[in-house]
């Protein structure tokens, strides 16, 4: 503890553990951002992968296998609601019988993803803090149907307000944290600058994000980029084509070949008539700086889908900011972060120890 406490001295816009050179943090110096990074026990272990996993790519492809062939989670309740455009949307719940002052972890789910493909993270979150957790699902996802025909492939800020007001109005008591996972965290700053003061979390933690929504997916590597693209086409253009012929854009998104050239078309099938205003009314980097909860963000260099390129512009304004702190780490990959025998996330651990700090600290 010693030597976090004269590294901080020493360095008072980012803290790099000698004795682990793999981690830097980036944050604003303020007494309370330095006791909360000593009081976090994952930060004095930086992150080293699983040696069988040390390869990004490797990392990806083991994360994929993990999801496909582990038994699926069992949910205690999930369900479904109705938006007040009549949209579908959905939350899946594990711990929703613990006593009701239980806090509560809101994990706004990947790009493609759903409670199956976020069950690792639900089961961790919930054994590392013994709160309740819930997946706040969004349309078209988890095989919720589309009706009307609306889609955002980083979510509804609208859609999460009325989620989380139908998650209050079940645990009034419950004070409720959130991660955003990857595209996840796209909606999490975004409904966070877009509230700032009023925000209903706690605290929050953007878990891989790509910042930038108009500029993140040029850098994403190519391989990547063309694999989701695809992913996104099978999973919400085909199976709704008889709801989707009449858009101007349909083709272009059937077609696209890469993350870039379906997002520069989904414009329509999210409700906004050009690029431009729904880049406006979508992109989390347009209001970040008025966010005001207390927030956490990791990154890896080694992340080959949000390139750590995107952080750069933003690390300046980030350090001004008393409420952000940035973990970037050498290794990680994207989303995976797996380590020791039984390649366990060393992210998980992390979210989990972040809220419990500031929980306390609340307390």
Not at 253 to 265: I, Y
Request: glycine letters at 4%; one cysteine or more.
């Amino acid at each position: 503890m010693p030597a976090i406490t004269s590294l901080l001295d020493s360095f008072p816009s980012f803290l790099k553990n000698k004795s682990a050179p793999l981690l830097e943090i980036f944050y604003k110096p303020t007494t309370d951002n330095k006791q909360l990074i000593q009081e976090i026990r994952q930060l004095q272990r930086p992150y080293q992968p699983t040696f069988w996993l040390a390869n990004t790519h490797v990392q990806l492809i083991y994360l994929e296998l993990k999801k496909k062939l582990e038994k699926p989670l069992i949910y205690d309740h999930v369900e479904t609601l109705t938006m007040a455009d009549g949209g579908k949307t959905a939350l899946a719940w594990y711990g929703y019988n613990l006593p009701a002052s239980t806090p509560t972890i809101v994990i706004l789910h990947t790009l493609t993803g759903s409670p199956r493909s976020m069950q690792d993270m639900v089961r961790d979150l919930h054994e590392y803090t013994g709160w309740r957790v819930v997946v706040a699902v969004r349309r078209g996802h988890g095989g919720l149907e589309f009706d009307p025909p609306r889609f955002n492939i980083f979510g509804s800020t609208q859609d999460l307000r009325e989620q989380l007001a139908h998650i209050e109005q079940r645990f009034p008591q419950s004070p409720l944290y959130a991660v955003g996972s990857s595209a996840g965290s796209g909606l999490l700053i975004r409904y966070l600058g877009e509230e700032q003061q009023n925000a209903r979390f706690k605290a929050s933690f953007a878990f891989c994000p790509g910042y930038n929504t108009d500029e993140g997916f040029k850098y994403c590597h190519p391989f990547y980029s063309k694999y989701m693209a695809k992913k996104l086409i099978r999973t919400f253009i085909e199976p709704h084509q008889s709801k989707l012929q009449q858009l101007a854009t349909f083709n272009h998104l059937k077609a696209a070949k890469d993350l870039l050239a379906f997002h520069e078309k989904v414009y329509e099938f999210s409700g906004y008539p050009c690029y431009q205003h729904y880049s406006d009314a979508t992109n989390p980097m347009k209001v970040f700086q008025q966010v005001a909860i207390p927030v956490m963000l990791l990154n890896a260099e080694d992340d080959p889908v949000c390139n750590i390129q995107n952080l750069d512009p933003y690390l300046a304004d980030i350090q001004q900011m008393p409420n952000l702190i940035v973990v970037k780490t050498k290794k990680g990959s994207h989303c995976a972060y797996q380590q020791g025998w039984q390649a366990k996330s060393w992210a998980h651990k992390l979210m989990a120890e972040y809220f419990q700090v500031i929980h306390k600290r609340d307390a």
